[in-house]
């Protein structure tokens, strides 16, 4: 995979990332254990699958710039590695260049 597409995978993922750090900022308060509804992370411009996860999985997860949820089968073997399989969602690490961008606009660092 070239380095143009991987950079450009990497981008759309981390505009879903902001997105899901908007809704998680959003959740009511003391709503720890029920599900959020999250956008999937993967870098299909036209995917609209939504994934719920409680707010401690979600910040599991966010605690690593690499990581990012995705349904399953939207992950992308190219671009990144799957660390975790759940039953309605995987959990992915970026590798090379989808890495870098990744670390790079981590809203969190
Ligand atoms: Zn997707």
Same mark, same amino acid.
């Given at each position: 995979m070239d380095e143009d597409l991987q950079?450009?995978?990497g981008h759309n993922e981390v505009v879903f990332r902001d997105v899901n *750090?908007?809704?998680s900022r959003?959740?009511?308060p003391g709503e720890g254990a029920v599900p959020?509804?999250?956008r999937c992370e993967c870098g299909e411009i036209g995917c609209s699958q939504m994934i *719920?996860?409680?707010?401690?999985e979600y910040e599991r997860i966010r605690a690593s710039s690499r990581r990012f949820f995705v349904a399953s089968a939207h992950e992308i073997p190219e671009a990144e590695t799957v660390v975790e399989s759940h039953a309605d969602y995987l959990i992915v690490e970026k590798r090379d260049v989808a890495a870098r961008v990744a670390e790079e606009t981590d809203?969190?660092?």
């Open positions: 950079r450009r995978i *750090e908007g809704i959003g959740r009511w959020i509804a999250f *719920e996860l409680t707010a401690p809203p969190r660092s």
